[in-house]
């Protein structure tokens, strides 16, 4: 069951107990992550995330891995477009060591600069491997072309220029604007009641501000659509990646567009697009799509490697999917096929502390309600043919999608 919690300085959460086994999974999120980065220095919450556990409080950055390996104190972050994430797990007899750790690195990150350094020399080999691997390519022209003059548009992980340029006290102002507790969402799963979890929403997040600085992040429509950007790299397989538009999460119309994305190309092995471009034709090992629903933007975006002569049929059959769903829609079989699939294997995001924690998060996010999990396959099993056909239109019946290839593909321009 789950919980909602509030702490002595009203911090909110959602707890689910388990005692099962002796381990607290804390999942958590802020408002605000790489769309924040300002034009000049995309990366900056990348860079910033990355130097959390690297030294916090009292503790420097070796002390603190070191403290960390010692008591199985398990502490990740990450900057996504819309937020910053965050989690922690721990064992229950560990955890007020563990939450001491993670207020540290939220609350107090040094940001010293031999460790600035060390992960800006990191960031920047990776950042340096990736100008010629195709994927890495295809990925940052896609979002540029889709969200021109946009945050969304910026690479999330920085350029050679952002990152070599970037200061300890920028990555400072920006914890400072960023990580407040008007922007918080929290849940906690495992071995640990109310009372402690409340305790612990204070120890960790209490001293953070009030509230966060955020600039605001226009909505956007999807730029590009109906164009190809060809990208020249010899290599002898082409990356595509393609998109259309697609549906906020808090669009009534979602669910039908979750439907259809696993029919169309989210299904790893029913989908359309796995049985016409893997199983009939042989052009590619894996072919997936997925929905982008961002904050103030949504696309289905998908890809495939396949030939460089090879790539224009890949991209033929791909489009003529999208345009046979936009003309008719699904079958009645493959709704329900889609439906069965799709309510059966939900539990499956459930099958840790972990995965549960992240869950809630997101619900949260997305202001689904506490309920949503029991609602879920309900909601799944009320989209209707028509539904789902009107959908298909919405989201496939403007014309082409927006394609980045990156290779040689022959036949494409």
């Known amino acids: 069951m789950i919980q909602k919690i509030v702490s002595p300085l009203g911090i909110e959460a959602w707890l689910v107990e388990d005692y099962a086994v002796p381990v607290i999974a804390v ?39 070191r403290l960390m390996e010692e008591n199985a104190v398990e502490l990740s972050f990450h900057a996504a477009r819309d937020q910053i994430n965050g989690s922690l797990r721990t064992l229950a007899d560990r955890k ?3 939450f001491e750790l993670l207020h540290y690195a939220v609350t107090e990150p040094r940001f010293e600069e031999a460790a600035v350094e060390r992960v800006r020399q990191s960031l920047l080999a990776s950042l340096r491997r990736e100008a010629s691997d195709p994927n890495a390519m295809a ?4 979002f540029a072309g889709l969200f021109p003059d946009h945050p969304y548009g910026r690479p999330t992980r920085g350029t050679l220029e952002s990152i070599g340029a970037v200061s300890r006290d920028e990555i400072a102002a920006q914890h400072r604007r960023l990580l407040a507790k008007d922007g918080l969402t929290v849940s906690i799963v495992g071995a640990i009641d109310a009372h402690d979890a409340e305790e612990m929403l204070d120890k960790v997040f209490g001293s953070l501000p009030t509230t966060a600085l955020l600039q605001p992040v226009p909505e956007i429509q999807l730029a590009g659509l109906g164009t190809r950007k060809v990208i020249d790299l010899d290599v002898p397989q082409t990356v595509l990646q393609f998109a259309t538009p697609g549906v906020k999460r808090d669009d009534p119309d979602f669910m039908a567009a979750f439907l259809l994305n696993h029919i169309y190309g989210g299904g790893s092995f029913s989908s359309r ?83 549960i924690a992240n869950q809630l998060t997101m619900i949260q996010i997305e202001r689904l309600g506490i309920d949503f999990i029991d609602r879920r396959n309900g909601l799944v099993e009320a989209v209707t043919l028509e539904d789902i056909k009107r959908v298909a239109q919405r989201m496939f019946g403007g014309g082409k999608p927006f394609v980045v290839a990156v290779g040689r593909p022959e036949g494409l321009s």
């Open 96 to 98: 007020a060591f563990a």
């Open 139 to 142: 990925s940052l022209a896609f």
């Open 273 to 355: 697009l796995f049985q016409k471009v893997r199983e009939e034709k042989g052009l590619a090992y894996s072919v997936s799509t997925q929905l982008g629903a961002l904050s103030r933007a949504a696309f289905v975006g998908g890809g495939v490697a396949t030939r460089n002569d090879r790539a224009a049929e890949s991209l033929a059959i791909i489009e003529a999917e999208m345009a046979e769903l936009a003309r008719n829609g699904p079958g009645a079989a493959e709704l329900e096929s889609a439906k069965k699939y799709l309510t059966g294997s939900y539990a499956l995001r459930f099958d840790s502390s972990t995965k």
């Open 27 to 65: 999942d958590f999120a802020f408002k605000g992550g790489a769309a924040q980065d300002p034009a000049d220095r995309p990366g900056l919450a990348h860079i910033m995330s990355a130097l959390f556990d690297e030294g916090a409080g009292p503790h420097d950055d070796e002390a603190f891995q």
